[in-house]
């Protein structure tokens, strides 16, 4: 299981940390991404870390803003969000993709995490 937090509501410039911890199983060598859904909206690709945090993939519109990490001794994922725009706005969820490969792809998450509400208002 994946549990999400770090949510809230914060004004646009602000950032957020969010976490994601596993339990239940050993998701060490997986790959973990971040993904978020806004209203109305698919949910679309934020970021994803390899099992040995040694590569990292980033959506365009968060690059360089957003930072994902991992630390598999404590089974959790984060990402630091910094300089947050409204149009970050939306539930974001954790995901694991128990092959290892690094992918944008919604559908090659096996585990998905309940998702936290990111709200940056203007």
């Known amino acids: 299981q994946l549990q999400a937090s770090g949510g809230g509501l914060v004004q646009a410039g602000g950032s957020l940390r969010l976490s994601c911890a596993a339990s239940g199983r050993t998701f060490s060598s997986y790959a973990m991404g971040w993904f978020r859904q806004a209203p109305g909206k698919e949910r679309e690709f934020v970021a994803t870390?390899?099992?040995?945090?040694?590569?990292?993939v980033y959506a365009d519109s968060v690059k360089g803003r957003f930072t994902i990490s991992r630390d598999n001794a404590k089974n959790t994922v984060y990402l630091r969000m910094n300089s947050l725009k409204p149009e970050d706005t939306a539930v974001y969820y954790c995901g694991a993709e128990t092959s290892g490969l690094l992918t944008v792809t919604t559908k090659r998450y096996a585990y998905w995490g309940q998702g936290t509400q990111v709200t940056v208002s203007s």
């Open positions: 870390i390899s099992w040995s945090s040694g590569r990292t």
